[in-house]
C-alpha cells in the first residue's frame, strides 16, 4: 500500500510554531470544564482521583457533553468516595449500579471493574504501581507495557466477564489503545494547566499520542503521518514525528490535533499535503 507524504524536518519546525500557538490557546484551565479530565480534578486524595480518571477515560467514546454527564452519575452512584467505595465493594452493592448504561457500557461491566480494581489496591499501594509493574514485566517479557496491563486486568478477578474486556483495549489485537494512552497522558504529563500529573512511573517523553479517527485525519492531511492504517505502528509514527517538535513531550500537541476542526482551530492551506 502506497504511504502518503509527509513534511521534511525544515516544514515541520514552520508547523512547530503554529501547533504551538493553537496549543497555548487550547491547554488552559478553561478546557478542563468540557472534557473527561475534570473527573480527575474531583479528588485532592491519589487514588480517589486515578479511579475516577480511569473509569472515565473508559467511558470517554462518544459526545463529550454525554461522556461527561455518565462519569458524573457514575461518581454520584459512588458518593464521590470512588476509593472508598471500591475497597468496600461486594456483590451485595451491584445495585448501586442498577439502570446505569453508557453505549455498552453495562452495570455488569461496571461489576467487574470495580472487583479488579479491589484486588489490585489490596496487593499494591495504589494504581500506579500496578502500572509500573506491568511495565516492568512488559519489558521482560517482550510484550510491552501495554500488553501486558490488558492480560494482567482483564484476568485478574474471576468475575471479569469476557464482555467487559472490550473496554480495556488490547494491544495485542493491534489496537491503537486510545483511551489508555490518554489516561496516562492526564496522569503522567506534568507541569500541565490541564493534565493532572499525579504519576512519575513514565515521563512525558515516554508518552504516546492518544490515536483516533479524528487524530488520524488530521495529521495525515498535515503531512504528520504517512501510514494508511489505524494501528498501533500508526501511533508509534505519529509519536515519533511529534517528537521531532518536542522530543520532551510530544504528546502536548495531542490538544492542537484535537482542535483542528473540532475546535474550529485551522492552519494555513500551504500545510495541507494530502487530501
Known amino acids: 500500500m502506497t504511504r502518503l507524504r509527509v513534511w521534511r524536518k525544515e516544514r515541520l519546525g514552520e508547523l512547530k510554531v503554529l501547533l504551538d500557538e493553537i496549543n497555548d490557546r487550547v491547554e488552559i484551565p478553561e478546557y478542563i470544564q468540557l472534557d473527561p479530565v475534570q473527573f480527575m480534578h474531583l479528588f485532592q486524595r491519589k487514588q480517589d482521583a486515578e479511579i475516577a480518571g480511569f473509569l472515565g477515560a473508559l467511558m470517554a467514546w462518544g459526545r463529550r457533553d454525554i461522556v461527561i454527564s455518565k462519569g458524573m452519575d457514575l461518581m454520584e452512584r459512588m458518593e464521590f468516595h470512588p476509593f472508598e467505595f471500591v475497597m468496600n465493594y461486594s456483590a451485595g452493592d451491584r445495585y448501586a449500579f442498577e439502570g446505569f448504561r453508557h453505549r455498552t457500557l453495562k452495570p455488569v461491566d461496571l461489576h467487574g471493574l470495580i472487583l479488579t480494581l479491589q484486588s489490585i489496591y489490596l496487593e499494591y499501594p495504589d494504581f500506579e504501581g500496578f502500572w509500573a509493574d506491568c511495565r516492568d514485566k512488559g519489558a521482560f517479557s517482550g510484550k510491552g507495557m501495554m500488553q501486558e496491563f490488558y492480560e494482567q486486568f482483564t484476568g485478574r478477578h474471576e468475575e471479569f466477564q469476557r464482555r467487559t474486556r472490550k473496554h480495556i483495549a ?48 488530521i495529521s495525515r492531511r498535515y503531512g504528520l503521518l504517512s501510514r494508511r492504517s489505524n494501528d498501533m505502528k500508526a501511533v508509534q509514527e505519529l509519536t515519533g514525528r511529534l517528537k521531532e517538535m518536542d522530543s520532551a513531550d510530544p504528546v502536548r500537541y495531542d490538544y492542537a490535533l484535537f482542535a483542528l476542526g473540532a475546535l474550529n482551530e485551522t492552519l494555513p492551506s500551504r500545510f495541507i499535503l494530502n487530501r
Open 170 to 217: 488490547n494491544a495485542g489485537t493491534g489496537s491503537t489503545c486510545k483511551r489508555l494512552y490518554m489516561y496516562l497522558r492526564w496522569c503522567c504529563r506534568q507541569n500541565s494547566p490541564v493534565d493532572p500529573g499525579i504519576w512519575t512511573f513514565l515521563k512525558p517523553a515516554e508518552l504516546m499520542v492518544p490515536f483516533d479517527v479524528h487524530v488520524a485525519r
